[in-house]
């Protein structure tokens, strides 16, 4: 199978660290022309774009917070302004603060949004209008979660974000599948990323013994690793999966719709 990206700029969000930072890896090693990263940690890009640069990639960085309303157009130029093009886009940066039925604010609600959706949707549809300007075809990649489906009881808001851009990436697939822009999202289950290891161990104060506990309740004895998440990423991203678009691939140690059964 050939996933390869010969003579293509991508542009990847959330690139610092665990699954951004893995696709970002994936992407260079299968001979991108370009990388655009993206990511509010300046201080974990830095290791990122050391690693990217010593692997001979041509790559760039902007600093930027999905948070902020400009955000997406202030990534992309960026993007141009390096590359002068952009063939494909990951949307990886997410955030994933806690927020139920009950006990979601307002303040919840819009942080989520803005970044699990708004943000992603402005820098798709800049692509979108770059791409057919260019009669050029493309590719995305979304990286949702597995509460999509409905989600756990704490992550109602959350579970609502990745569930509105889900949509938003099968109706940017039927709307543009004549220019040949394709867009396809992974459903991520529980993964073992920085973020991840500070929610569990600081946030929810289950200390760093989590881990343990949590590879010993999986079925292949260890969570999902981002490096898991970049190979099916970049086979989605890359021609090697056309005439693939819309689909939601369900990236988690249990089956949908049968938790609890076996």
Known sequence: MDVRFDGRVILVTGAAQGVGAAIAEAVAANG???IMLSDRDTVGATATLARLRASGAAVGFVAADLADAGAADVIFDAALAQFDRVDGLVNAAGITNRGGIADATPATWDALFAVNACAPFFLMQRLVNHLRQRAAPGSIVNILSINAHGGTSDLAVYAASKAALGVLTRNLSQT???????ANGINLGWAETPGE???QSVVLGNGPGWIEQARSSQPFGRLIVPEDVARLAIYLLSDASVPIMGAMVDMEQWVSG?????
């Open 32 to 34: 991108a022309a370009g």
């Open 258 to 262: 049968t938790r609890g059964a076996g």
């Open 176 to 182: 543009h599948r004549f220019d040949r822009i394709r």
């Open 197 to 199: 290891h500070h929610m």
